[in-house]
């Protein structure tokens, strides 16, 4: 069973609030980090805590508010960097993940894993699959664990990811919502930013899921 902790990465980096979420598996204490997009004295601390080892580094997409401290993380750590196939040129481009119109210096580097549609991997003895979710960027892709929706940018409490940045694409947000509507069973939703909802809420009140 995965615990979770939800840490807003605001240091400095970017004022978007990025939600940053920590995930360890009870049974085992592996553990993970989801899009950490800027330096957590908090977030390191915990790590520090339990027992000062991390597994994974897992990114929804390559945005710079997402992916800004994931090879720092990752390196302190010695944690093996996960993401969708589609964000592999996000993470080396300034243009795609942003950086360059925010006057960010993000280096290129490499995840360890790059994961296609319906792969799992596992956190410890709790199962871990990756559904790529392409709309606010064409590698948007969403985690799902126990009873968790972990989904980057695609979905927002009663609301969604804007298309309009480089890969966005309307027609792709319209399908991605069709597969996270299609979904059996209420999931915890964690959006990239801004508050938790439920699958269910968002099936009833989100004016996107409620129309595909």
Known sequence: MIEYKIY?????VTELATNCIYLV????????????????????????????????VLLTH?????????????????????????????LSNSTLNLSVFHSL???????????????????????VKYISTPGH????????????LICGDTL??????????????????VNSFKKLKQLEGDYTVIPGHGPTSTLEHEKKYNPLMSRV
């Open 8 to 12: 807003n990465v605001t240091d400095n």
């Open 25 to 56: 598996d009870k049974a085992t204490g592996c553990n993970a980090v989801v899009d950490p997009g800027a330096k957590s004295d908090k977030l390191i601390e915990q790590i520090n805590a339990d027992g000062g080892k991390l597994d994974y």
């Open 62 to 90: 390559g945005h710079y508010d997402h992916i800004t401290f994931a090879k720092q993380l990752a390196d302190m750590f010695s944690a093996k960097i996960i993401t969708g196939k589609a964000n592999k040129d996000f």
């Open 105 to 127: 210096n993000i280096e290129p580097f490499n995840a360890d894993v790059y994961l296609e549609d319906g792969d799992t991997f596992s956190i410890g003895e709790s199962k």
């Open 137 to 148: 960027t064409m590698g948007c892709g969403c985690f799902i664990t126990d009873n968790l």
């Open 156 to 173: 927002f409490c009663e609301s969604y990811g804007r298309t309009d940045l480089p890969t966005g694409d309307n027609g792709s947000m």
